[in-house]
């Protein structure tokens, strides 16, 4: 046992509980609208940040009091026990999902050859504590970063000897997940962008990219992965320019490459406001798509130009990214995931569990919120008023081709139109949704 200081899996005690181990609003099995609260979010813990990364920075080493990380000999037994601490959080916490990397599930060796048999020994393990305590896979996913062989990039690197690494890398990876029953297969451009053009060229590392995604869906078809292929957009870090800058950037990409059909996205909110984008319009953009899959839960700082990972805290904004997801239609694969990490002086094992019932919190309220806009109408009506005048004869003339620019200036002139703006009410619709947020119970 390793978390001590929790000795019974967290409950929900309402909103007026003071326990700093108890849910105030996550009530998995209350029926929200038409779901429970643990089928609209699908929340996830991740691996690495949570039990693989000791707290370090560029600064200075690991803070973490995490036994299971200390040096070793035996790298194996260590992973052993990383899983076990992994498993007795999961159990715990009560979330029903995990996600993880290869490489932080089973320490990378010096072959592939020798990587694979470790990590499928304990994606063996990984799959009797699922069955045992329940908790499901929401995605996996390969690490093409960490290693100095991809300093230059995976799919996208000027060494196709890297690029079949790369390739042989998520097969692997791709196959564990397959048969853990991973409900989705994610790919972040870990390195997948540049530093300077002065030594890239930029078309073919994009057919590259594009040859790797067509290899990776062809291999989830070959062995019968019928989760969703996922692509997670950031503007840059570690790569000063990333290649799968935002959803609309990955949207054009996978349409340039014929992919729209195979793969959706996977956002995190960090990377929307990092591309200069609010977290709910990534969410809009990749809906209006058709490829909105999966989210990675975590907030930034307004004032660091970097991937911070924060637990979420802003129900605000994440009332509105529910809200999107709600209207439309709600998850199918994907999840709420938490790719955050601790602050590195939240040294003690149980921050862990204060972040996390934290932002289960966060996300729970957000849905009491999302749904109340939706039940209440807040937005529909004055959103439907506004462009009352496209469901018009002119509105509608103007779209199905009836009018061309000549009929259109005909019209303008012969009946000296004289259209008048009228007020977008920004400031009265703020109001009604922080009444929401006030109230939503
Ligand atoms: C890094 C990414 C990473 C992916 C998984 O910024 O968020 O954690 O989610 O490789
Ligand atoms: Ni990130
Ligand atoms: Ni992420």
């Not at 799959?127 to 093409?144: D, F, P, R, S, Y």
């Amino acid at each position: 046992m390793f978390f001590t200081d929790v000795t019974a899996p967290i409950a929900y005690e309402g909103p007026d509980s003071t326990n700093p181990l108890a849910f105030r609003w996550y009530d998995a099995d209350r029926v929200v609208g038409s779901k429970t609260m643990r089928d609209h979010l699908r929340m996830a813990v991740c691996y690495w940040h949570s039990f693989h990364w000791p707290g370090s920075d560029v600064f200075g080493a690991g803070t973490f009091d995490r036994p299971w990380l200390a040096p070793t000999d035996d790298p194996m037994a260590a992973a052993r026990q990383k899983m076990d601490a992994a498993f007795e959080f999961f159990g715990k916490l009560g979330a029903p999902f995990y996600s993880f990397h290869d490489y932080d599930m089973a320490p990378e060796a010096d072959s592939l050859a020798e990587s694979q048999a470790r990590l499928d020994e304990l994606a063996d393990e990984a799959g009797k504590k699922m069955e045992e305590t329940g908790v499901q896979l929401l995605w996996g996913t390969a690490n093409l970063f960490s290693h100095p062989r991809y300093a230059a990039g995976a799919a996208t690197n000027p060494d196709p000897e890297v690029f079949a690494h790369a390739a042989a890398q998520v097969r692997n990876a791709l196959e564990v997940t397959h048969r853990l029953g991973g409900a989705n297969y994610v790919l972040w451009g870990g390195r997948e962008g540049y530093e300077t053009l002065l030594n890239t060229d930029l078309r073919r590392e994009g057919q590259q990219l594009g040859r790797f995604l067509h290899l990776v869906a062809e291999h989830a078809d070959r062995i019968g992965f019928t989760g969703t292929l996922l692509l997670e957009p950031k503007p840059q870090e570690p790569t000063k320019h990333q290649y799968d800058h935002d959803v609309a950037t990955v949207h054009a990409f996978l349409q340039r490459h014929g992919l729209d059909d195979r793969y959706k996205v996977n956002i995190e909110g960090n990377h929307a406001t990092l591309s200069g984008h609010d977290f709910a319009h990534e969410v809009a953009v990749a809906i209006d798509a058709g490829i909105f899959g999966s989210i990675d839960a975590n907030q930034g700082d307004d004032r660091l130009g970097w991937d911070t990972d924060q637990f979420p805290r802003s129900v605000e904004m994440m009332s509105l990214v529910v809200y999107e997801i709600l209207k439309g239609g709600g998850f199918d694969t994907g999840g709420f995931m938490f790719d955050t990490k601790l602050r590195r002086q939240s040294l003690d094992r149980t921050d862990l569990f204060h972040a996390h019932i934290g932002g289960m919190d966060t996300m729970a309220r957000s849905l009491l919120v999302a749904q109340a806009l939706i039940d209440d109408e807040t937005l529909t009506g004055p959103v439907a008023e506004r462009y009352a005048g496209w469901d018009g004869e002119l509105g509608r003339g103007i779209l199905d081709g009836t009018h061309d620019l000549a009929s259109l200036h005909g019209l303008v002139t012969d009946q000296d139109l004289r259209p008048q703006a009228v007020s977008g009410r920004q400031e009265e619709l703020e109001r009604r949704v922080s009444r929401v947020i006030e109230q939503a119970r």
